[in-house]
């Protein structure tokens, strides 16, 4: 399998290197950039990706819609096109809404995060590699499930920030 190389960015999203998937996963200094796409039905549900049980992070966990590397030289949209197409089957033409753009870091990487919402009411093909499930959630649900904090949820702690962020930015819904 060919090694995955992605550009390392400053603050300002201007490329300063590259480095593998390997090396930035495990090095928070290795700020890299990624794609979230929120995927919502016309009844106002999200669509949410269960993690395959053998991923490295989160195994098991619901995450966000759809979530992805960029890829050396490729552009955040393009990314985002791509990985919808190739984690869930929805085709690349599909209209995606731009969200907001942020940076997401923990004790095991960095990531430049932008983000878009869509409107998908067609089936989904979900790369079986990486997603052991998928459905739509009433956000009514997600809410009651992720409720006490202290007890460990369904969801990765990168979606509940995702919502948060999609919420306080006015819970815009796509066209």
Same mark, same amino acid.
């Given at each position: 399998?060919?090694?995955?190389?992605?550009?390392?960015?400053?603050?300002?999203?201007?490329?300063?290197? =590259?480095?593998?998937?390997? !090396?930035?996963? +495990?090095? %928070? #200094?290795?700020? &890299?950039?990624?794609?979230?796409?929120?995927?919502?039905?016309?009844?106002?549900?999200?669509?949410?990706?269960?993690?395959?049980?053998?991923?490295?992070?989160?195994?098991?966990?619901?995450?966000?819609?759809?979530?992805?590397?960029?890829?050396?030289?490729?552009?955040?949209?393009?990314?985002? =096109?791509?990985?919808?197409? !190739?984690?869930? +089957?929805? %085709? #690349?033409?599909? &209209?995606?809404?731009?969200?907001?753009?942020?940076?997401?870091?923990?004790?095991?990487?960095?990531?430049?995060?932008?983000?878009?919402?869509?409107?998908?009411?067609?089936?989904?093909?979900?790369?079986?590699?990486?997603?052991?499930?998928?459905?739509?959630?009433?956000?009514?649900?997600?809410?009651?499930?992720?409720?006490?904090?202290?007890?460990?949820? %369904?969801?990765?702690?990168?979606?509940?920030?995702?919502?948060?962020?999609?919420?306080?930015?006015?819970?815009?819904?796509?066209?």
């Amino acid at each position: 399998m060919k090694e995955e190389i992605l550009d390392i960015v400053n603050d300002e999203d201007r490329v300063i290197g =590259q480095a593998s998937r390997q !090396e930035v996963h +495990g090095n %928070p #200094a290795l700020l &890299h950039r990624v794609v979230h796409v929120l995927v919502f039905n016309s009844q106002g549900q999200l669509f949410l990706q269960k993690r395959a049980d053998d991923r490295i992070v989160q195994p098991g966990k619901w995450d966000t819609s759809m979530g992805g590397h960029v890829g050396t030289g490729e552009n955040p949209e393009e990314a985002a =096109q791509r990985e919808l197409s !190739e984690e869930l +089957g929805i %085709p #690349a033409t599909v &209209h995606l809404t731009h969200l907001h753009k942020y940076r997401h870091g923990n004790d095991y990487e960095s990531e430049l995060v932008t983000t878009w919402i869509t409107l998908w009411d067609g089936e989904f093909q979900l790369q079986k590699s990486e997603i052991s499930d998928g459905r739509f959630w009433d956000l009514k649900e997600i809410d009651l499930l992720s409720a006490t904090p202290e007890i460990p949820g %369904p969801f990765t702690p990168n979606f509940l920030d995702e919502l948060e962020r999609w919420r306080d930015a006015g819970s815009q819904l796509p066209e």
